[in-house]
């Protein structure tokens, strides 16, 4: 018997199904300036990569929590998104942050509350230079650096340190 696009309850079953019927299909096209011109993400890769990220996100989570997403555009976020989903977890969506939208990041990390963050090895670099630089404050930006550092005290990970096999390839200083 035929599936349809009715058999499909979640996006994930539909990646599973292209995984096996399609898996050199090219699942997501990203344009940037290589050598080729894009970037590209085959199904059977992007459910490779989404669901090592799954098995290390459900040790770390339960069902329904949160997860603040601190990606670029680009087909690490894709990858991210799909994890959260095989996880049964909650993305929320954010850009990450520089100096002049940081209380942009702030206001949605009080909103969702969340339990952990998702990022790349470069934001999170980013923003632990923004922490240093941001240690001496007066009175007036005491607050909202107490709200930042609550956000800075949840469990970091970088996504592109975990293996095919769901493994970090290694660990950062205060983080995972």
Avoid: H
């Avoid at 990970?157 to 983080?175: E, W």
Wanted: glycine share 4%.
């Amino acid at each position: 018997m035929e599936t349809t696009e009715k058999d499909f309850i979640f996006l994930t079953d539909k990646l599973d199904s292209l995984i096996t019927s399609k898996p050199n299909f090219v699942a997501f096209r990203f344009l940037q300036e290589t050598k080729e011109g894009y970037l590209s993400l085959t199904c059977k890769d992007l459910g490779r990569k989404a669901k090592a990220l799954a098995f290390v996100l459900k040790e770390k989570t339960v069902s329904g929590d949160k997860v603040l997403l601190l990606y670029p555009s680009g087909l690490d976020f894709i990858v991210a998104f799909f994890a959260c989903l095989y996880a049964d977890i909650i993305p929320v969506l954010s850009y990450p942050p520089d100096s002049e939208n940081i209380d942009r990041l702030i206001t949605i990390a009080e909103d969702c509350n969340p339990d952990l963050v998702l990022c790349t090895n470069s934001v999170l670099s980013q923003l632990d230079d923004f922490e240093a630089k941001n240690r001496i404050q007066n009175s007036a930006e005491l607050e909202k650096n107490k709200k930042l550092k609550a956000l800075f005290d949840l469990l970091w990970i970088p996504s592109d340190i975990i293996k095919a096999n769901g493994v970090l390839r290694k660990k950062k200083r205060g983080f995972l």
